[in-house]
């Protein structure tokens, strides 16, 4: 029997459960991890963003974490591990199509979006194989002192004055007690499943399940859009370094291509084929996506499927929120306690800012009265934010049925998170007290809702033309107060050359 006594126990050592108990055990805490699996392990969720650099650059900083710094860029990061797979992110990219027909290339790019979110690779942002980076985290955690308990079955989490958790690691029984466990444990939520709290799709406007794997031999799409006679020159960067959204028919796709020549891909599909069973073929659902869009056919012809071992995985409903994700005694990390949709990639940063503003409370009010009042209102803020999510892609989705609609709707997304990243880039390494994408600031709520309000009217009207240039200049008007790097300017045909508000490496 491994009996052992700590004060914080992180059930999950994905990249979010490991950054936090580096940072916990820089602040002096005695820190145990615990995860069912051993690394390396197949993790899907791969693209970073200024706002997950700007956080983790931070956080490394104040918390004195310098391996792990590197990590809030591109080119450090080549540098300083260059045994980690990763790929070279400029910014997002999305293609509109249409059922049934090749891909049209227009000189003036109206089926095209491309928004940097870095001026250079140096600075960019990464694709990160998860599988290395989570491996890597987790060795550094180890390195510094953490515990990390691997192939760790949790069979029962109870709570008196303190928590027990037993379970069994290989042949080895093991009885851990502590103050205060993390559940970073993703969709598996495995302490609210312990504490019997409700993880719920209700009330969430997104309806999405997604099929994906890692590919390789997938041709570069930048190469076929020149092999089309596409216009390339005003592209602000090489159109497949960043994540490269396909957006379909109430459905769209993820390509993100580490250097290696490994391609992420992943349908994300919603509407009534969402609902519809899981499919019994993965593999079968997959290729008949692909039939269906005969330019991502073509991009696919001499695919084959690296990872994971068992192939195409086919997931449920993606969307879930739990009814609280904290507690006496307890909090969740973000993907715990409720997940809506890839699009946008604001999953790990998401997941950083939540692991920044708990290392603060840890490092400000651990065993003092405050403590336990500021955990709630963390987990409330945690809870708001996906339901502002939620509204930020329900909206993508609702207007995915035209392409400059959706591109309209997505700027929302774009504000909010460069309003964010200026009060991050003030913040320097102070908390700040803004949600998520400023999900909290009524300026940006206020925008949304005016927004969503244009959208039924929008629907309602069946996407004909006069109703679209209505939409889109209405959002340009409403998206007018908080626009300060000249979006939705109709000179930029729909390329976006420089975005950042600040240095997103400038801290302090
Ligand atoms: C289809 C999809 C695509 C995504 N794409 C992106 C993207 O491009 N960009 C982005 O920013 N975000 C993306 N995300 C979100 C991203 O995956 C998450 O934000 C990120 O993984 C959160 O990290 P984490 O460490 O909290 O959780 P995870 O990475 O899920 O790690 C959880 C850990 O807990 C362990 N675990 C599970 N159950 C137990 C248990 N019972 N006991 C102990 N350990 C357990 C697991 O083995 C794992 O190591 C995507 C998500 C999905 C579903």
Redo the contacts with the bound molecule.
């Keep these: 029997m491994n009996r052992i006594d700590c004060d914080v126990v992180i ?8 950054l936090l108990a580096m940072v916990l055990h820089r602040l002096g805490r005695r820190v145990v991890m ?4 051993v690394h390396p ?1 197949f ?7 200024p706002i ?1 650099d700007m956080l983790l650059a931070r956080v490394c900083r104040r918390y004195a974490l310098p391996e792990i710094a590197p990590l809030a860029a591109y080119g450090a990061t080549r540098r300083a591990h260059p045994e980690l797979s990763i790929g070279l992110k400029r910014g997002f990219s999305y293609f509109g199509h249409t059922p049934g027909q090749a891909f049209q290339v227009h000189p003036d790019h109206r089926n095209e979006l491309l928004v940097a979110a870095s001026t250079n690779a140096e600075t960019a942002d990464s694709h990160w194989l ?1 599988r290395d980076i ?1 491996a890597f985290l987790a060795q550094q955690a180890r390195s510094m002192g953490v515990d990390l308990i691997e192939n ?1 079955q ?1 069979r029962r989490i109870t709570k008196t004055s303190r928590w027990t958790i037993q379970g069994q690691s290989g042949h080895q029984e093991v009885e851990c007690h502590c103050r205060f466990v993390v559940d ?5 939520g ?1 302490l609210l499943a312990a504490l019997g709290i409700a993880k719920q799709p209700d009330g969430l406007k997104t309806h999405s399940r ?1 099929l ?1 794997a890692h590919f390789e031999g997938v041709t570069s799409w930048d190469e076929l859009l020149e092999t089309w006679g596409a216009g390339r020159q005003d592209h602000p960067y090489p159109c497949d370094r960043a ?1 490269l959204h396909h957006v379909l028919d109430q459905a769209w796709m ?1 390509q ?1 291509t580490f250097d290696s020549g490994v391609m992420s891909a ?1 349908f ?1 599909i919603s509407g009534p084929a969402a609902s519809r069973p899981h499919p019994p073929d993965a593999k079968g659902a997959w290729d008949s996506f692909l039939s269906t869009y005969p330019s991502l056919k073509q991009q696919f012809l001499d695919a084959r499927i690296v990872a994971p071992a068992a192939g195409v995985v086919a ?1 449920d409903r ?1 969307q879930y929120l739990a009814e609280r994700a904290a507690g006496e005694g307890w909090i969740c ?4 306690a409720g ?1 809506i949709d ?1 699009l946008h ?7 950083f800012s939540v692991v920044w503003r708990l290392a603060h409370l840890f490092e400000s009010q651990w065993n003092t009265p405050a403590w336990s009042s500021s955990i709630l209102a963390l987990g409330e803020a945690m809870r708001a934010e996906i339901r502002f999510l939620d509204r930020l892609v329900a909206g993508c989705y609702r207007t995915m049925p035209d392409f400059s609609a959706f591109s309209a709707f997505s700027m929302l997304y774009f504000v909010a998170a460069i309003r964010f990243e200026s009060r991050l880039g003030t913040a320097g390494l102070e908390g700040m007290d803004d949600q998520f994408l400023c999900a909290d600031d009524a300026l940006v709520k206020g925008m949304v809702s005016r927004v969503e309000e244009e959208v039924r009217q929008l629907q309602a009207s069946g996407f004909s033309r006069d109703p679209i240039r209505r939409f889109v200049n209405r959002v340009r008007e409403a998206i007018r107060p908080l626009n300060s790097v000249g979006l939705m300017d109709a000179n930029t045909r729909n390329m976006y050359h420089h975005t950042a508000p600040v240095d997103k490496l400038r801290i302090g």
């Design positions: 059930l999950g050592s994905g990249l979010g459960g490991s615990m995860d069912r699996c392990r993790t899907i969720g791969e693209s970073s963003t997950a998860r989570d760790m949790v970073a444990t993703g969709p598996a495995t997604s994906y994540a993820w993100l992943g994300v997931t993606l990390l973000p993907l715990s997940f890839p990639s604001t999953g790990i940063a998401h997941t």
